[in-house]
């Protein structure tokens, strides 16, 4: 009897604790604050104006905050204080979650109960999200991010069409559509970026296997495709910078084709031709390729006609049925090459090693602070997202690539004009 007393009180004393934190200033008074503290107010006569609460709204994934902003002010003035905020809000740390106190169970273990509530304190890491529409919208996203996601082959089952696994953020588990066009790939080594890269490829082979082509170049050693070079949708796997040429010649000169017979048909892009087919381009560590990091004049050629190739496929493939992956460890402005970059409407990097890499990668800092392996910026022209992509394990791959598995006849040394002569065409084109 007398132990019930001294736990419930102390319980009740954890309680009446978490209830003093909790009832500290909410979110919305903080960002006030914080916007006065960082000078965002504006000064009228002898009153000092900063931003009016107009209303706050309760969402799955935190609050958003609406409020009207002086005159005065604009809202790039509130977007340079956007790591002000965000730190301001993360300020408070080992909270007790006060759910978890209102179900303890008294009836067993109470101590270690307790002491689990002690070594599990709830870690603010809340984000930012900024919007303009007349009113200043500050998004709180306080949705936990976990530090790692497992593959599920029931993950496959809710992407539709084009659409391939990308991973939670903290709106919820998120896909990303292929039909958005070409992709820019980033990260440094052992941060996700491959294994990512396997894990699409795997998916458009379950999700689409009769209308999934593949070129695979990596010139890395051809190590990280490997296991799909048997794999009866892969055109070339290309290991070298001769074989990157080879096949990038043999895809151009595909497109050249597609285009004669879209403008003979009077097909303004591959949907409205009906064609169902994605070729998709993937190369792995594109610095191999760059002419401006190489050296001897012949592979300087060799690199020149490689991103001449990768830039016409960039430029005008997308309406033709191709799709471009353009992945680099260390993005430098050599490497990224602007005209590729600037037709890749998305953005998926990894950890970067500093703010230049990130920069030239997303025009803007940030990659090079995350720290968490698989956690990846994810950028398109609807905005920017943090999401964590899942490890997909190589005996996973395995077993949803055996029934695309072929026996594929040893490939004899060839010219460019013979691989041209005797290259697969997919595509069946009939006058429309």
């Not at 296997?209 to 070339?236: C, H, S, W, Y």
């Not at 895809?251 to 031709?273: F, L, P, Q, R, S």
């Not at 964590?388 to 077993?399: A, G, L, R, V, Y």
């Amino acid at each position: 009897m007398l132990f019930e007393i001294i736990t419930t009180s102390f319980a009740a004393g954890l309680v009446g604790l978490s209830y003093l934190k909790t009832s500290e200033l909410d979110d919305g008074e903080k960002i006030k604050k914080i916007t006065l503290n960082c000078g965002l107010c504006v000064k009228e006569g002898s009153e000092i104006k900063s931003i009016q609460l107009y209303r706050k709204k309760k969402h799955d994934w935190g609050k958003e905050y609406v409020y009207r902003i002086p005159l005065g002010l604009s809202f790039n003035d509130f977007e340079k204080k956007i790591d002000h905020l965000r730190d301001g809000l993360n300020n408070r740390k080992g909270v007790i979650d006060l759910q978890a106190l209102q179900n303890l169970n008294f009836k067993e273990g109470l101590i270690n109960q307790i002491k689990g509530l002690f070594e599990n304190r709830y870690i603010s890491d809340k984000d930012i999200v900024l919007h303009f529409d007349g009113m200043l919208h500050i998004k709180v996203l306080d949705r936990n991010m976990p530090t790692r996601i497992n593959f599920e082959e029931t993950m496959l089952d809710q992407c539709k069409e084009w659409e391939v696994i990308l991973g939670e953020t903290r709106y919820g588990f998120i896909n990303h559509d292929m039909e958005r066009g070409h992709i820019t790939l980033a990260g440094a080594t052992r941060k996700g970026k491959t294994v990512y890269l396997k894990l699409l490829i795997t998916n458009l082979l379950n999700n689409q296997p009769e209308n999934t082509r593949l070129t695979l170049i990596d010139l890395k050693g051809g190590l990280a495709f490997t296991r799909f070079k048997n794999v009866k949708q892969v055109e070339n796997v290309a290991t070298n910078l001769d074989e990157a040429l080879l096949a990038l010649l043999n895809v151009k000169k595909e497109m050249e084709n597609m285009k004669e017979w879209m403008d003979k048909n009077g097909c303004e892009d591959i949907k409205e031709a009906g064609v169902d087919t994605r070729h998709f381009v993937i190369i792995d560590e594109a610095a191999q390729i760059s002419p401006q990091i190489l050296t001897g004049k012949e592979e300087k050629e060799k690199a020149r006609k490689c991103e001449e190739a990768l830039s016409e496929i960039a430029r005008i493939g997308a309406g033709l049925g191709y799709r471009l992956v353009y992945c680099s460890q260390y993005p430098t402005a050599d490497v990224m090459n602007k005209q590729i970059k600037q037709n890749c409407d998305t953005v998926i990097t990894y950890k970067l090693r500093d703010a230049i890499a990130s920069r030239v990668v997303l025009d803007e800092a940030g990659a090079e602070k995350l720290s968490v392996v698989g956690r990846a910026i994810y950028k398109t022209p609807d905005g920017v997202q943090i999401v964590q992509t899942p490890f997909i394990h190589n005996k996973q791959i395995e077993k949803l690539l055996t029934p695309h598995i072929v026996i594929k006849p040893r490939k004899e040394e060839s010219t460019i004009e013979k691989s041209e002569e005797t290259r697969r065409n997919t595509f069946k084109l009939e006058e429309m």
